[in-house]
DNA sequence: GACGCTTACGTTCGTCGTAACTATT
DNA sequence: AATAGTTACGACGAACGTAAGCGTC
């Protein structure tokens, strides 16, 4: 068994079972990967692949399980190549971050500024997604860390840790009968057309929650999954909006006002979520440090073998 | 990189740094080891081991680092390897128990016995050892399965599972006081010079507990590591035996009287704990099964990829 | 001086790529 | 007919083992 014939049997599976386009990703001929592919089967003794006469159909039952081994030998294989660049003070490198809207434009910045400067041979990557969908992209190495506020503590694959505490305001044009109550409350929100966060984004299940406690349905006229929309169609009159606190600046948004909610809404924490004993370079610490001051290196790699470990904020 | 690198590397971590005897062990020549070893280390661009000359010294503070992960690498390829030999329905193979000498002499046996007449082809091997050697044994890899009742469930780099709930007793020599009593109480037992079980073995905590709770500190004038000692001791009237119930066999003791202390005592759980991530042949299941027959493939299967999961029996 | 690791070198085996062949759509 | 995968074959390269060299203990 060799490591380059897992390669090419992840890569195949990865290119729908297309041989050829594998070999083509792969820089290397196809025949040389269908070899390697069928004296790794002959090897373990499996058929991984089911061939309708010469063509790759699907993969077989047993294949599946091998497939999911081969994957995490190679993710280990290359957990090493990273702990040798690390090692070796190469400073070169890249750190892929996927995450919402929301995180992306109000929460990051401050830590991506200071990285690329502190970093600049390290290119950064950020890629955007729902919550489900960065977590997705970190299960599949895709991305080095995720973060987000909803889903990612849920998601067994992955080690999270929190980061963040925030809560949710209400946003309204200037002059907006609500700002002359004296104390907010959600019978009182829950009168005028909402404006807020998709499901699963953002903290939108704790919006949820708190007017189910209540009995209240409140009528949500749209729903967007970033806050630059929401804030736009408040700002035109369709109604009020819920947002995170932080995608609020008085001095950019002089055409809307921001009531705090923090007393009407459980508080929400963002997230971070990295792959399970994933090899982490000394810029990942240092970001996620950047980002979470509370995070040490310690912190994070205590959790990281734990595994089940968590604590709250 | 390559595995037998990753392989040659290990061997010589394990024979304490000597390239000569993991050479040996690995059935190639010593050169061939060396010369894999500096190319290992040229790729990573790191050193791993520290030279004094020619001789290796010790491992170099990222050599660690790098020595776990490729073990968790060649884990990883065991595995694939194991997962072959299932799928290709091969019947030999092994099961490794490791396990502490009150499970191995009375909880294990009936599912042992069932085992070899399933599969003869297997070959079954019981390593003994106390509750933290048999821990070690397989993170090590050295064994499949744990079965024990203390510390596996405190270890975080295995994945356990309750099988039995079990208590203890009180065994005494026929008319002793004790069997006067119509309620058995820790108080009574307390006045006796008692015999029980060494410290980290079959329970021992919650004795300790139950008695500390009470205030009590009865008189512990002999420890064991195994229910026979106890008993023969007891037998001789060195004083009474705290034991588990399980190791009482009115049949075979009958110099001696068990006296059920479940109402004294709390409950202990054996467990059985598996590597993390760890691929276990079909058989392996089976016997864990027939071991506790509530824990079926599928909830192995769950907890082995959950991590955190964990239930109460 | 004995042991242990490295360097040097020749053989062998394995891998890769090209080309021809065969099956599937 | 075109696309996709396997078989065949020759060239290159890498790993292995033997033998010699050099440092420690």
């Not at 294989?77 to 070796?88: H, I, M, T, V």
């Not at 929309?229 to 995170?244: F, M, Q, R, S």
């Amino acid at each position: 068994m060799k490591l380059q014939q897992l390669r090419y049997l992840c890569e195949v599976a990865r290119q729908g079972l297309n041989v050829s386009a594998a070999a083509e990703r792969l820089h290397t001929s196809q025949p040389g990967v269908s070899k390697q592919i069928r004296q790794l089967e002959e090897e373990l003794g499996v058929d991984i692949f089911v061939r309708n006469g010469k063509r790759v159909a699907e993969v077989t039952e047993p294949g599946k399980a091998i497939l999911a081994i081969a994957e995490r030998v190679l993710r280990e294989a290359e957990n090493l190549r990273q702990a040798g660049k690390d090692f070796s003070n190469e400073t070169s490198g890249s750190l892929v971050i996927a995450t919402t809207h929301t995180q992306a434009r109000y929460a990051l910045p401050g830590a991506v500024k200071a990285f690329v400067q502190r970093y600049p041979g390290v290119s950064l990557v950020l890629h955007q997604g729902n919550p489900s969908q960065v977590a997705q992209m970190v299960i599949a190495g895709e991305a080095d860390v995720a973060i987000a506020t909803e889903t990612l503590a849920e998601v067994k694959e992955l080690v999270s840790l929190p980061c963040h505490a925030w809560h949710h305001g209400v946003i309204v044009r200037p002059r907006h009968p609500l700002l002359k109550e004296h104390a907010l409350s959600l019978e009182a929100i829950a009168r005028y057309p909402i404006v807020t966060y998709d499901t699963a984004f953002a903290g939108r299940s704790r919006i949820n929650r708190a007017f189910e406690r209540k009995g209240l349905s409140p009528r949500v006229v749209l729903t967007a999954i970033d806050s630059d929309v929401i804030k736009t169609y408040v700002e035109l009159g369709l109604g009020i909006g819920i947002v995170a606190c932080m995608a609020f600046d008085p001095r950019r948004d002089r055409g809307l006002r921001m009531l705090d909610a923090g007393h009407l809404f459980e508080t929400s924490t963002t997230r971070i979520g990295l792959r399970h004993g994933a090899f982490l370079r000394r810029y990942v610490y240092d970001f996620i440090q950047s980002f979470a001051p509370q995070l040490t290196r310690d912190m994070v790699d205590a959790a990281m073998r734990g595994g089940g470990i968590d604590f709250e904020m």
